[in-house]
């Protein structure tokens, strides 16, 4: 029953490696998110899919790449992973045509770099 | 561009009172969306309640409301009859009325606490 799902919840790893957090929908919706949240909990838009394609990319470094397989998921892969990207990431879904539904968010990945 | 305030980084209501959480917002535009999330410590983000900037009437959701002041650009959330449960932190977002993926812009977050 899980609307929006990410795996894992929680990716421990050390500095310079390479890793990815999955994020599926299962509402049917056309647009997928994801967000940063820091650790003095704001929360901050990274890049967002419609329809598999990149409608949002927000100064985020170019280590971070998503990658949208079908509207259904997207993916976060980081490279060479620095201290600052230690967070907890976000994926969420809407329908980009009905712009009064919500977002609704997976439960976050912590991500702690060592 | 959009910007988001909360003012009170910390806020504190006992249980079965009332309380109410504090936005401001800058926009140009003259449709947009408002949102308040929760997030507890289990940090989910629970969507509370939604406004359209279209919308005079206030939302309502159980003890759950809004003082939409569009003029004013500000959204205060009140939470009646507090429980235990409310304790949380709580954003007041953002949303643009056009774009197909319009993102949202998030305030940084008013941690509530409950109080016996």
């Known amino acids: 029953d899980t609307a929006v799902s990410q795996t894992p919840k929680y990716l421990v790893t050390q500095m310079g490696n390479d890793k990815s957090i999955k994020c599926e929908q299962n509402l049917g919706h056309d647009t997928m998110y994801w967000y940063k949240q820091d650790s003095k909990k704001f929360l901050k838009i990274m890049f967002s899919?419609?329809?598999?394609?990149?409608?949002i990319n927000e100064t985020v470094p170019n280590r971070f790449s998503p990658k949208s397989p079908d509207k259904a998921h997207l993916n976060l892969h980081i490279n060479s992973l620095e201290l600052g990207d230690s967070a907890v990431y976000f994926c969420a879904s809407s329908q980009g045509n009905s712009d009064n539904q919500p977002q609704h968010f997976g439960d976050g990945t912590r991500l702690s770099i060592l | 561009a959009q910007t988001v305030t909360q003012s009170q980084p910390e806020m504190s209501v006992q249980e079965a009172e009332t309380v109410t959480l504090s936005c401001t917002y800058d926009?140009?535009?003259?449709?947009?969306?408002l949102f308040w999330y929760k997030q507890p410590p289990s940090r989910q983000m629970i969507l509370v309640i939604r406004?359209?900037?279209?919308?005079?009437q206030n939302a309502t959701e159980n003890r759950f409301s809004v003082n939409f002041q569009k003029a004013a650009k500000s959204f205060s959330l009140k939470i009646s009859d507090s429980q235990l449960g409310d304790a949380a932190m709580y954003f007041c977002a953002y949303r643009a009325y056009t774009g197909t993926a319009s993102k949202l812009t998030f305030g940084t977050g008013t941690r509530l606490q409950v109080t016996l």
């Open positions: 926009t140009s535009e003259s449709d947009y969306y």
């Open positions: 406004q359209e900037a279209y919308k005079q």
């Open positions: 899919y419609n329809n598999k394609e990149l409608i």
